[in-house]
């Protein structure tokens, strides 16, 4: 998805902002970056890119938004507020048509000058026009804020929690083993007894089988439960 | 929501890094900023603070993480690294916990240091240590940003689309009777015939009845149908 969706910056002003720009692209896992002219990449663009310095060396400078659009088919263009002749749509909506797109088609998503936002003419030329919801009528998100959430949504969309990032859960069953063991072990030491069996093992069920346990945590629980409460009640 | 959650950001160190998280936070509905020192708010701060500068001025300093969480309930930490001995959940699950607490819940959002994170001390006293998903493993998202997507989610589920930011749509029976007429006078004019008619229509229920119209769109329709395909013939 990310491959045909090309970020348009239309004559942004600061260079930082550029930057930025290319740090949330990278990290939502775009590369396409059109810049319409007048636009500043300097050093203090390059810095703030930090890793993600090849997004800004193959940005592609157009002179209008009609030649930095002429090969896309939709184009979807960010703003704050409303226009009296458009029809805006929020975030999300937006979100819902790019995913509804045949997946041949190639989306431009359009962001305005920081302090002028986009000109008539070019939201004139967009296909959408969208908003990010906010809580307050001012200040607007800055220009790295409003590319960014917009990229995030769509990222999201597809993203899949990479393998090893997180332990995997223990199997039900040997959840199931250690909560029996976990009860089997307090009754040894009294604490569940034949008057609050019940109510006690409830409980027990009810924060060992609804945490998220890994089996390094299954071996510390055990151990606590085997070893630790004796400890404890010997020394 | 937003009134009892609390954004704790530990050692930040960039002057500007404060701005924008005030900006973020006004963005998005929130204003409870703590701050663990040492940190630096500076004239740079409120610059880019723009219209948030009472969130800045409203800031409360703490000497450590235990100070600023002691009256709150749930503390959730963002991280972007794994860490061995605690279980990462991912921003959508922390936000879905946020949903399922009490609505008396103080809840403390805890974002560490630009360049080292939360220290292992800060995570272990936070009950969730949730993850920003990105598509690379480096770089992260800056801290500013971090903050902005995770009370972009919360504000969000709240979020009702203010009246007045975008005209009411047509109603259903007005939509009906604007489309009847482009189609009699496409009739008229001989667009729509015997051999095309059901084809046409529907082509013409799908182009305009599909569509977002307001009254304003409606009038133009109507003229265009109505006059400016005469003149158009005409002239």
């Given at each position: 998805m990310q491959d045909r969706i090309y970020v348009i910056l239309s004559q942004p002003q600061k260079p930082e902002n550029l930057g930025l720009v290319a740090r949330n692209m990278k990290n939502t896992g775009f590369k396409n970056l059109r810049i319409i002219k007048p636009a500043n990449i300097t050093k203090k663009s390059y810095i703030v890119a930090v890793h993600s310095k090849e997004i800004l060396e193959s940005a592609q400078f157009f002179d209008d938004l009609q030649s930095a659009i002429k090969d896309l088919d939709v184009i979807f263009a960010s703003t704050s507020k409303k226009r009296s002749n458009f029809t805006l749509i929020p975030l999300d909506e937006a979100i819902r048509i790019i995913c509804s797109l045949p997946p041949s088609t190639k989306i431009g998503l359009l962001f305005g000058n920081e302090r002028t936002g986009l000109t008539s003419e070019e939201v004139k030329?967009?296909?959408?026009?969208?908003?990010?919801?906010?809580?307050?009528?001012?200040?607007?998100?800055?220009?790295?804020?409003?590319?960014?959430?917009?990229?995030?949504?769509?990222?999201?969309?597809?993203?899949?929690?990479?393998?090893?990032?997180?332990?995997?859960?223990?199997?039900?069953?040997?959840?199931?083993?250690?909560?029996?063991?976990?009860?089997?072990?307090?009754?040894?030491?009294?604490?569940?007894?034949?008057?609050?069996?019940?109510?006690?093992?409830?409980?027990?069920?009810?924060?060992?089988?609804?945490?998220?346990?890994?089996?390094?945590?299954?071996?510390?629980?055990?151990?606590?439960?085997?070893?630790?409460?004796?400890?404890?009640?010997?020394?």
């Open positions: 030329h967009s296909n959408y026009l969208f908003y990010i919801p906010q809580a307050v009528k001012k200040p607007s998100y800055n220009l790295a804020s409003a590319v960014l959430l917009t990229l995030f949504h769509i990222f999201i969309l597809n993203f899949q929690i990479p393998e090893g990032m997180i332990d995997k859960p223990i199997s039900k069953s040997e959840q199931e083993k250690m909560i029996e063991l976990i009860i089997k072990k307090l009754e040894e030491k009294g604490v569940i007894h034949s008057t609050n069996k019940r109510h006690v093992e409830e409980m027990v069920y009810d924060i060992f089988g609804k945490a998220y346990l890994t089996e390094r945590n299954k071996r510390l629980l055990l151990s606590i439960f085997s070893k630790g409460i004796d400890s404890k009640t010997s020394g």
